[in-house]
């Protein structure tokens, strides 16, 4: 059981090159979500996901696109990398309703520097 | 909108004692769930512990405890017997309930984190 896979692992950009942020679950999970880690700020929201089709905005969705072609991948496309992207990204997938009995599973991070 | 707040951005404990992280949240919610995670340097994020709001008893995981103060919003670590393998970065962290999804949508609002380090 893969539970949720992120890649790369690593990742050099330089400023206004584009890529995608791989994910993927084999959980069959409908919620899955983005978050990105920056030292002292803790995990923060960029964009999520509630199934197949339907994409919505966290508290950070700037610079970011994101599609939910099928319930197993939810890629992350940076459109013109910024150094202010620079950050490890993890994705996250749960069940729906997440609560205390579906908690969320996190993938193990990609970092991204853009120079 | 709910925050989370982690008072203490670094914390030292000696191999074997115990250790109490805080958390404080701020919501106008009356149902959510809280949970903490670790983070070592490995990167990954593992679930410590969680608590659902409307349970008074607080929760437990072997060496984990938390101490529920659903009134002053507080939700804090204990960690007993620390080991070396506790050494990591803990974040608190909230999960509104949705009634929309009969529970929530799985939005996770994270605190800063503080640094946990266990000395031998």
């Known amino acids: 059981n893969a539970g949720v896979t992120q890649t790369p692992k690593f990742q050099v950009l330089k400023t206004g090159q584009s890529m995608t942020l791989q994910c993927a679950q084999d959980?069959?999970?409908?919620?899955m979500s983005w978050y990105r880690q920056d030292p002292g700020m803790g995990l923060r929201l960029i964009h999520y996901s509630v199934g197949a089709g339907i994409t919505d905005q966290g508290e950070v969705p700037n610079g970011y696109n994101v599609s939910r072609s099928t319930t197993e991948d939810f890629p992350l496309r940076l459109l013109s990398a910024a150094p202010s992207q620079t950050s490890v990204y993890f994705c996250a997938s749960s069940y729906l309703p997440s609560s205390y009995n579906s908690p969320l599973h996190f993938g193990n991070g990609t970092r991204l520097t853009v120079t | 909108a709910q925050t989370v707040t982690q008072s203490q951005p670094e914390m030292s404990v000696q191999e074997a004692e115990t250790v109490t992280l805080s958390c404080t949240y701020d919501t106008s919610e009356n149902n959510y769930y809280l949970f903490w995670y670790k983070q070592p340097p490995s990167r990954q994020m593992i679930l410590v512990i969680r608590q659902e709001a409307y349970k008074q008893q607080n929760a437990t995981e072997n060496r984990f405890s938390v101490n529920f103060q659903k009134a002053a919003k507080s939700f804090s670590l204990k960690i007993s017997d620390s080991q070396l393998g506790d050494t990591a970065m803990y974040f608190c962290a909230f999960m509104k309930h949705r009634k929309a999804y009969g529970g929530s949508q799985g939005n996770l609002i994270f605190g800063k984190g503080t640094k946990l380090s266990v000395k031998p």
């Open positions: 959980m069959n999970h409908e919620y």
